[in-house]
Each structure stands twice: as C-alpha cells, then as structure tokens.
C-alpha cells in the first residue's frame, strides 16, 4: 500500500505538470527558475514563488529533494531566476538546516499556503543573484 506522501507527491505533481505548469509559465508576472536538467543538458522551467531580499531570492520547495528541479540543482547549482519579467543568473544553495515553515511566513502570503497545503517535505533554497 502506498504512503500518503507518496500518492499526494504523485497526484500534485501530475497537476502541476499536466495543467499548472504550462499555464503559470505563460503569465509575464509569474516568477521562473531556470535549472539545467541533469540528464538532458537542457533547460528546465519551473514557475516558482518567492522573495527577492537585497541580492538574494529565497524560495521553500514544497517536496524537498524528490523535486526535480532540486535534483537539478543538486548536480549544477548555476540556475537563473525571472523576477518582474527579467533574467538574473544565481547560485542556487539547499539550506536543508533552515526552517522552512518559519521562512514560509517570510514570504509571500498565497504561494506559502500553497505549499504548506500541498508539501510532504520542505526545503529552503537561497539563490546568490549575481548583480
């Protein structure tokens, strides 16, 4: 019989693959992470919510290292970051040590509860932006 985390992993991602993803990717105001897809080499866009704080962007994965884009990070962690319609290349760093129900709050209001909702497994990740 299958966990709970694991149906609901499975069940939100098809989701977001299927249906969120390719709607959110299309709206000019929606916030992207631009990671390298570790097997492909190739670019691999996921709309993302977070706060830019001075040259930082922090953002909570609501799956933690089952998220692909988390793997991706994992072997290459040169990512870029679309804020306000803009491209800003960063270095992205898993903060598994962070509380990431703590820096939820410190974020923005509707993509946190999103994620509390639906996240089995949560990780902080900081983007070192380089300008």
Excluded: C
């Excluded at 190739?42 to 692909?68: A, D, H, K, M, Y």
């Excluded at 290349?89 to 509860?113: I, M, V």
């Amino acid at each position: 019989m299958p966990k709970k985390d694991d149906v609901q992993h499975r069940l939100v991602t098809t989701f977001q693959r299927l249906v969120g993803n390719p709607i959110l990717r299309r709206l000019p105001s929606q916030q992207l992470l631009e990671t390298t897809g570790r097997v492909s080499g190739e670019p691999r866009i996921t709309p993302i919510g977070g706060r830019r704080v001075g040259n930082q962007f922090w953002l909570v994965s609501e799956f933690g290292e089952r998220s692909q884009y988390i793997r991706n990070i994992k072997a290459d962690n040169r990512v870029r970051v679309r804020l306000h319609g803009r491209w800003q290349t960063g270095t992205a760093h898993l903060l598994p040590e962070d509380d990431a129900r703590a820096r939820l709050r410190e974020l923005p209001r509707a993509n946190s509860a999103a994620v509390r909702l639906v996240g089995t497994d949560l990780l902080t990740v900081r983007v070192d932006l380089d300008d």
